[in-house]
């Protein structure tokens, strides 16, 4: 009976050996399972990281231009305020500058049309003739008329002639 008693402990060994093995595994694969659920975790927060990073350089970067924007209209109004409408003729109007002591920033006069725009423009005579003078402006091409006011007038042009051929 002993020697069945040794059998039968040494089965029993055997048998805990075999439920530990069975039990290590089964750890083993429960750490494996919450091991790759953990990585799937982490590859969800990086992507989530990345997402948070992409929309932060797109607002950052709309914020960079609106700051611009919005430079450049303080400047605009800003500059504008050195000028003021002139009535070229009686239905042309056009920019000058409101207060200069240069006598030929005086004479300058800039389009009406570029400075809507936020531009300054100096318009400057393309035509003349006894009829109208045409005044243009090279940004946009506008094209200001101005008809002459008097009468062209006839002269005399003395030319040397001799007499006698």
């Not at 990281?49 to 109004?77: D, F, G, S, T, V």
């Not at 800039?110 to 936020?118: P, Y």
Request: charged share 25%; proline share 1%; aromatic share 8%.
């Amino acid at each position: 009976m002993l020697p069945e008693l040794v059998a039968a402990g040494n089965s029993l060994k055997t048998a805990i050996d075999i439920i530990k093995y069975f039990t290590s595994i089964s750890k083993e694969n429960a750490i494996n399972e919450k091991a790759i659920e953990l990585q799937q975790i982490i590859l969800s927060l990086q992507q989530n990281i990345l997402e948070a990073q992409e929309n932060y350089q797109k607002l950052y970067n709309e914020k960079e231009i609106i700051e611009k924007q919005l430079k450049e209209i303080m400047n605009w109004n800003k500059e504008k305020n050195n000028y003021k409408i002139s009535n070229l003729t009686n239905d042309v109007f056009v920019y000058v500058l409101k207060e200069t002591k240069n006598e030929v920033e005086k004479s300058l006069k800039f389009c009406s049309n570029c400075f809507k725009n936020q531009k300054i423009s100096i318009i400057q005579l393309d035509q003349d003739n006894m009829l109208e003078k045409v005044y243009i402006c090279h940004s946009c091409g506008s094209k200001y008329k101005i008809k002459n006011s008097s009468e062209p007038t006839v002269g005399i042009i003395k030319t040397n002639f001799r007499r006698g051929y």
